[in-house]
């Protein structure tokens, strides 16, 4: 057999294998989207369950990932950030159950009518909300990411293909069988909900499958997730870089600025909504950032600053890159600016529609802020950390979308949904509002659920 056919076998089987399990989601989509609630909920709990009492099995996988990571990082191939991200501790486990629980715990998404209007007596329209049916994913290196997606998924009543980088491809193999034993220990749950894809092959395959997959959402670089939308039809809701700002203005409480800024760097580098560059009114830059810079010390952050920030304090010269760069460790750019103005240019210039901070008293100021930003999630005091869907009190989030079309920031149950209308009429006919004189539609609006054959009003 030459090269050439040994290469077309081996696609030909990943071409099935792919076209196999991504046939078993569709199939399963449609179940899905009819399982009541309650068994969805047992479902997830007896997910948690199983993630609470394998923790031996799956910390063991674990140590693998990271312990082949840390040879590559020895080798220049990877960072700390990506380590960091790697390793599943007894605490983020526990942070794993306790989301998988308040995934279960929140309001049922499906079914619910988003408006009821009555277009003429007996003829009433619902609009409804409804899963979106098989959804592909894409994700890096954190393991606990495919525990959020295939929880949120499952709840929303999706089926989803789970694709996560190879650094972590023993971690994701034990969760993903413990997530799919549970599971299918309920009856009601349909067998293929939920698929893990290993093969790098198999993403090129899924982004072709336009007629089986509903939605693409990609977690990684910009780079990844362009090529992602450049090379399928499949509708594609992005998770790129996190260039987080936090904008030190003249009106600050600067003991507050230094917690919140070290907050934002420190309490956990390696995730998106850290904070990358700290933007400080040159009003009270000889102030502030002695102190900052000391703080930071302090927990080994390196801190970049422009012409202006190292006239003040003794910090390394940040260049032009680092003012677009998403560090994700223990760094952060630092720079003066003269105005309200000069900072939102500067964030409008190089952020990247994550989410930004201010920390002012003036309520005006933090007002204009806010407004004139065009990111995801925008904050006033707050930590950056905040843009997280549990904190958000979504349960989870499959990532943070910082596009505008179908959800923006924090993509929780909502983000998984789409709607549909059902019309419940009486032998209405279209020709009785058409002609010379036609019927009017009265077109109310009023409080009502669909049921099923039944008119509400």
Not at 278 to 288: D, F, G, I, K, N
Request: proline share 3%; charged share 30%; hydrophobic share 40%.
């Amino acid at each position: 057999m030459s090269d050439t056919d040994a290469t077309g076998d081996a696609a030909g089987a990943t071409d099935q294998a792919i076209d196999a399990k991504v046939d078993a989601a569709e199939s399963a989509a449609l179940d899905l989207a009819n399982v009541d609630d309650a068994d969805r909920q047992a479902a997830l709990h007896a997910i948690a369950d199983a993630i609470d009492d394998n923790r031996e099995a799956i910390q063991s996988a674990n140590a693998e990932d990271v312990e082949a990571a840390e040879e590559l990082l020895e080798a220049g191939e990877y960072t700390q950030a990506l380590v960091d991200r790697l390793k599943l501790s007894d605490a983020k486990l526990d942070s794993i159950v306790e989301m998988v629980r308040s995934v279960a715990g929140q309001d049922d998404p499906l079914g619910e009518t988003i408006v009821a209007r009555e277009l003429d007596a007996d003829l009433e329209l619902y609009k409804l909300a409804v899963p979106i049916g098989v959804v592909g994913t894409v994700f890096e290196s954190r393991p606990d990411a495919l525990v959020q997606i295939a929880a949120l998924a499952l709840k929303s009543g999706n089926s989803v293909m789970l694709k996560g980088g190879s650094e972590a491809s023993e971690s994701n193999r034990v969760l993903f069988e413990l997530i799919r034993e549970a599971t299918a220990d309920h009856d009601a749950i349909p067998d293929g909900w939920a698929q893990l894809v290993e093969a790098r092959a198999d993403v090129t395959a899924m982004l072709e499958m336009d007629e089986s997959i509903d939605l693409l959402m990609p977690r990684g670089s910009s780079s990844f997730v362009e090529y992602v939308q450049d090379n399928t039809s499949i509708p594609v809701l992005g998770h790129t870089e996190g260039i987080c700002h936090i904008f030190v203005d003249r009106e600050a409480d600067l003991d507050m600025a230094t917690e919140v800024a070290f907050d934002a760097k420190v309490q956990y580098p390696a995730v998106c909504n850290a904070v990358e560059t700290l933007l400080v009114h040159e009003s009270v830059a000889e102030e502030y950032l002695p102190q900052i810079v000391k703080r930071y010390a302090a927990a080994d952050v390196e801190v970049r600053g422009d012409e202006r920030t190292r006239e003040i304090v003794d910090v390394a010269a940040a260049s032009e890159a680092d003012w677009s760069t998403e560090y994700g460790d223990l760094i952060v750019s630092v720079k003066v600016v003269d105005s309200l103005d000069a900072a939102l240019d500067h964030i409008t210039e190089y952020g990247s529609k994550h989410t930004e901070s201010i920390i002012t008293a003036d309520a005006d100021r933090a007002g204009r802020f806010m407004r004139s930003l065009d990111s995801a999630s925008v904050f006033h005091n707050a930590s950056t950390r905040f843009s997280d869907g549990y904190r958000f009190g979504l349960g989870a989030e499959v990532g943070i979308s910082t596009g505008k079309i179908h959800a923006r920031g924090p993509v929780g149950l909502e983000g998984l949904t789409t709607y549909k209308y059902h019309l419940e009429g009486d032998g209405h006919l279209v020709a009785t509002y058409a002609g010379d004189d036609p019927r009017p539609f009265t077109h109310e609006e009023f409080d009502g659920e669909w049921v099923p054959g039944e008119l509400s009003r």
